[in-house]
């Protein structure tokens, strides 16, 4: 459980602690209330420091959580509410409303398994803990594409801090064609995800050329807070991979002029999920459709050329043709 989360429990019982009007709770007894939920629920028995406790209390008094609690102290000594009614848990919003919420949770969840930033789970968290307990929990009805056992997610939220706050780094990275880890000092520039896998686009010392590194590869990584951290001052990222399928490309290639034919069954398909922002449809008749893409003729446009199996083919460039004429005979003769 993150540390965001186990706030939330200290808030929560701090919280039912200062409703409880037949009690009388000094600052002692409040820790000692926490310290005993925490080994309760989450086997923590290191107790909770007053400094903590004290840090709680103004954070629940202050709008940062959106709380505004109307914590008091009477004889200098019992903290209460001066509102007998409030509690950090009401939500003050009607039942069109909670329903809303409780869909977007929904969705945001899916998210939360990326660990974009830590912040997100404890919203989430609070936002179901306010929304659930007003009315009968609801079935997800969205599923986004994810999966949480792909490797490297750990490192999304580092390498993103670091590119964010322009970090030289120290990583540590295995290709699947090397034989054996190596280290890189390295500028990170951007995290993409493509088809769920995520990389970063990075420029490693003393090499001009960046380089597409898959998260799933990055063994460890650590901040070099002596090493310069030096700009990137080529092409904008936000155009640097508009003419490519994928992430696979370098500085120097220049999109191609792809022109494909595939079949009608299959048509429907492309039209209404272009394979490129740049798709223009060249001709069409009872038996195939024509499209034209411009993009660089990398591995990731090989594969989807190839995922159409024998509904495609490609008529220029003449050299894309000839590689997938070879894929295909290749992938055919293993079932010879």
């Not at 080994?39 to 406790?53: F, L, M, Q």
């Not at 659930?132 to 999966?147: A, F, M, T, V």
Request: hydrophobic letters at 35%; proline letters at 4%; aromatic letters at 10%.
């Amino acid at each position: 459980m993150s540390i965001n989360k186990l706030a939330l429990i200290r808030y929560k019982t701090i919280d039912e602690c200062l409703r409880n009007r037949y009690r009388k709770w000094t600052l002692e007894d409040l820790i000692d209330k926490v310290a005993t939920v925490l080994y309760n629920y989450e086997g923590i028995d290191s107790g909770v420091s007053k400094r903590t406790i004290q840090a709680d209390i103004q954070l629940m008094r202050s709008d940062k959580l959106g709380y505004n609690a109307p914590i008091i102290v009477k004889e200098r000594k019992y903290y209460t509410y001066s509102d007998t009614d409030f509690s950090i848990t009401n939500a003050p919003i009607n039942s069109g409303d909670v329903d809303k919420m409780k869909e977007i949770v929904s969705v945001l969840k899916q998210f939360n398994g990326f660990h974009y930033f830590d912040e997100m789970s404890d919203m989430i968290a609070r936002l179901e803990n306010n929304l659930y307990k007003s009315g009968p929990q609801h079935r997800s009805c969205i599923q986004l594409e994810n999966n949480h056992r792909l490797q490297g997610l750990e490192h999304i939220n580092g390498l993103y801090q670091a590119a964010l706050h322009r970090k030289a780094l120290l990583l540590e990275y295995k290709s699947f064609k090397a034989a054996k880890a190596k280290e890189h000092i390295c500028y990170p520039y951007l995290l993409k995800e493509y088809r769920n896998r995520w990389f970063l686009l990075a420029r490693t010392k003393n090499a001009p050329q960046l380089q597409t590194m898959a998260l799933d590869r990055i063994i460890s990584f650590q901040e070099l807070p002596r090493e310069k951290f030096m700009d990137y001052d080529g092409v904008d990222f936000e155009q640097y991979y508009a003419n490519v399928i994928g992430v696979t490309k370098s500085e120097k290639e220049v999109p191609h002029k792809v022109v494909l034919q595939i079949d009608q069954p299959h048509a429907p398909y492309v039209l209404t999920k272009p394979l490129h922002a740049s798709q223009e449809l060249l001709a069409e008749t009872p038996e195939h459709i024509i499209i034209r893409i411009e993009v660089i003729c990398n591995y990731e446009l090989e594969r989807e050329i190839l995922g159409f199996g024998d509904y495609i083919k490609v008529l220029s460039p003449r050299s894309l043709a000839t590689r997938i004429q070879k894929r295909l005979e290749q992938a055919a003769a293993r079932y010879k």
